[in-house]
């Protein structure tokens, strides 16, 4: 039987996964930020964001999850990803 300290080491790790990732897409972000303010472009590309949170909708529910817990999640980080890019 699995222990409960073992599945919390298992979360941990999965957590420190997850922020390893959003460092990852933070620096990506800030390139693209980068390449904005040199094309003269502003920041928000609400267009795009429509596409990411649309994007996250369906993944969501192709893995079983609940789409609109994923993209208020996903509001979140590309709200900060956003300030990243300013």
């Given at each position: 039987m699995v222990e409960l300290a073992?599945?919390?080491e298992k979360v941990d790790a999965i957590d420190d996964q997850i922020l390893r990732d959003l460092v990852?897409?933070?620096?990506?972000?800030q390139a693209i930020g980068e390449l904005k303010k040199q094309k003269g472009k502003p920041v928000q590309d609400l267009q795009r964001e429509v596409e990411v949170?649309?994007?996250s909708r369906e993944r969501a529910e192709m893995l079983k999850l609940d789409p609109n817990h994923i993209e208020r999640i996903f509001r979140e980080i590309v709200n900060m990803c956003s300030a990243v890019q300013e």
């Open positions: 073992e599945l919390r990852q897409r933070a620096k990506v972000c949170f649309k994007r």
